[in-house]
């Protein structure tokens, strides 16, 4: 029955991505008439000319490849949404290599690609309907899909379309799975009752489920009252009874989640599995700066530093100006502060404080007598900041992430603070989470950190953005900078 729904759900989703994929073929082709007109290399037949034939069954293979047609109900949106813009990339590729590699007769102006692209690719029919097509074939496939994820959650609260699961521990990490899934009804996974991680058990039940038994009649349990998957949550006490449960489960037909005795706020991010060699890897903290979402930060680093140099360029000179004008020794002023991987740097400054004091270790407090009068100014607007845009275009900072701290002060927050260490898995930011939320100058520690934490676990280069932008939007000014 289970294999059943799975081909269901697999044939669901792979019709309506073709006659989605097919829609987009045919708006790109459409667009490219209503732009151009007719073709000159003639009509030709429909499938050819809208690439149909050729695309369809090629973006079929590679979702099927990627895994986006594995009945994941507890996958998420934008997850999934990844997936099938990765999928289209990919797929566009290889339509675009197979039609160049075959001579491509009806589409004649692919031949000219070659190692540098052409100027016309944004002017030519035929260019000008792949561009078009490249991006209203994820559009359009995210949309159905979204559209499909949202009806099948409709159906699934209401109580149909729903898999059946037990639980295979009674414990804090047993409950918590059991609810998590019952508060999740968009899943369509409904828990049948529980099994207790002890080999025998007098409890009856847990939080309002039957316990059937304990491990020892797990076979029995299973074979009396048959479910689709099973959940183990089994405690770190208990976890080297792992091995043997898994070994005696694989007797039956039922899919195994596992779930792992670890509290949320330890973690950084979403733990990942990956695999070498068959060697099955659990990634338990990791920085997300990763792969191809690192790059495009690094690429927005670099070209927002330079805009911003460029734009005050006139602050930092009248700045310069000033400071010489009224102030004696240097104007600027460099310090080591600790980043990524817990490496150190010279982060640069505008000097705001008179004599060495700007090495002192104390906090600087309002009418600090410390700070000089520009100082003042300078603190109060963050322009002192200014120059840590140069940190930024050299790569030891980022625009965006947790403010870095002296090496001597992270000695004593890393024993003081608990996941204080992990905000150095991404790189310090001129500006970050906790600051646009107001946690700056001598504010609560142990909120900023929260802070920290949560733009770690939830990093994208969408949230980025979004700081950079309230960092504007909010002004540079704040009562707690001084």
């Not at 559009?139 to 609260?157: C, D, N």
Request: glycine share 8%; with cysteine; charged share 20%.
């Amino acid at each position: 029955m289970l294999k059943q729904r799975h081909q269901l759900f697999v044939t669901l989703f792979a019709c309506t991505d073709a006659v989605s994929a097919a829609g987009a073929c045919a708006a790109a082709w459409w667009v490219r008439h209503a732009r151009f007109g007719s073709f000159d290399e003639g009509t030709g037949s429909y499938l050819q000319e809208s690439l149909t034939g050729l695309v369809v069954p090629i973006f079929a293979v590679v979702m099927y490849t990627l895994g986006l047609y594995r009945p994941r109900r507890d996958r998420a949106l934008i997850g999934e949404f990844a997936g099938v813009v990765r999928a289209s990339f990919i797929a566009m590729v290889a339509v675009i290599v197979l039609i160049w590699l075959t001579g491509g007769q009806r589409t004649p102006v692919v031949r000219t690609v070659g190692p540098v692209i052409p100027v016309e690719i944004f002017t030519g029919p035929f260019r000008y309907q792949i561009l078009i097509l490249s991006v209203m074939l994820p559009s359009v496939i995210s949309l159905q899909r979204l559209a499909l994820r949202i009806f099948l959650r409709m159906i699934r609260r209401g109580g149909r379309n729903t898999r059946h699961v037990a639980v295979l521990g009674v414990g804090r990490l047993g409950q918590i799975t059991a609810r998590t899934l019952e508060r999740n009804s968009w899943t369509g996974i409904r828990v049948a009752y529980f099994i207790s991680h002890h080999e025998q058990t007098n409890r009856t039940t847990c939080i309002e489920k039957t316990v059937r038994g304990g491990t020892r009649e797990l076979e029995a349990i299973l074979e009396r009252y048959p479910v689709d998957a099973i959940y183990i949550a089994l405690p770190n006490a208990m976890s080297p009874q792992l091995p043997q449960i898994l070994q005696r489960l694989e007797r039956f037909a039922v899919e195994v989640r596992l779930i792992p005795d670890v509290r949320l706020r330890y973690l950084p991010q979403s733990m990942a599995v990956s695999e070498l060699e068959g060697m099955p890897i659990l990634s338990y903290r990791e920085s997300p700066l990763t792969g191809i979402g690192g790059m495009l930060k690094r690429l927005i680093d670099i070209f927002g530093s330079l805009a911003a140099m460029i734009i005050f360029l006139p602050v930092v000179a009248a700045i310069i100006v000033a400071m010489k004008l009224t102030t004696k020794g240097p104007v600027f002023f460099r310090q080591r502060r600790v980043s990524l991987g817990g490496d150190t740097f010279w982060i640069y400054k505008f000097r705001t404080m008179i004599g060495g004091s700007q090495n002192d270790p104390t906090w600087t407090q309002e009418d600090d007598p410390r700070v000089t009068k520009i100082g003042h100014w300078l603190r109060k607007t963050s322009l002192d900041e200014l120059p840590q845009l140069l940190n930024v275009l050299i790569g030891d900072m980022s625009l965006v992430g947790p403010r870095p701290e002296r090496p001597e002060l992270i000695d004593r927050f890393r024993e003081d603070w608990r996941g204080y260490m992990i905000r150095q898995h991404v790189k310090a930011g001129m500006t970050g989470w906790a600051q646009v939320n107001g946690l700056r100058g001598n504010t609560s520690l142990r909120k900023r950190l929260q802070y920290d934490l949560f733009y770690i676990r939830n990093w994208s280069i969408l949230f980025d953005l979004r700081i950079l932008c309230l960092t504007i939007v909010r002004g540079f000014i704040h009562k707690n900078a001084y």
